[in-house]
């Protein structure tokens, strides 16, 4: 009986994770040793091209930081999170860092995948 519930426990997790909402573009991230799974209502995506978007939507670097205010006004404990192409310059990494600094955000993550294990 024990191992039916707890088939059953396994199962419904594994089942919520697979319905979990991606809200950036697909983006070739880069590999770290400690990755840790994370949650942010904000996302921030840069394309290999350098393109920035906001939540799958194309923004100019000069609009981020306005539109990361207005919803940080109406939600205090804001988080974001960067998912940069493991291509993209280190300067346009930055340059987005700091408008969401200057938004007054101020959890900030970049999303990486984990490295297979012995590398």
């Known amino acids: 009986m024990i191992d ?3 088939f059953l426990l396994v199962f419904f997790m ?3 994770l697979a ?3 991606h809200g950036g573009i697909p983006v070739n991230l ?3 040793a400690r990755a840790e799974a994370a949650r942010a209502p904000v996302s921030i995506s840069i394309g290999r091209d350098g393109v920035v978007y906001l939540e799958r939507e194309p923004i100019e670097p000069a609009q981020l ?3 990361l205010h207005a919803r940080a006004s109406t939600e ?3 988080a974001v999170v960067i998912e940069a192409d493991t291509d993209v310059a280190h300067g ?5 860092m700091d408008a969401a600094r200057v938004a007054g955000i101020g959890k900030l993550a970049i999303a990486v995948t984990p490295r ?3 590398r």
Do not use: C, N
Request: aromatic share 4%; no cysteine; charged share 25%.
């Open 65 to 67: 930081s306005a539109r």
């Open 30 to 32: 880069p590999k770290a």
């Open 19 to 21: 319905m979990t909402v």
């Open 4 to 6: 039916t519930v707890f």
């Open 76 to 78: 205090p404990d804001l």
């Open 14 to 16: 594994m089942a919520s």
């Open 116 to 118: 297979e294990a012995g």
């Open 92 to 96: 346009r990494v930055v340059d987005v």
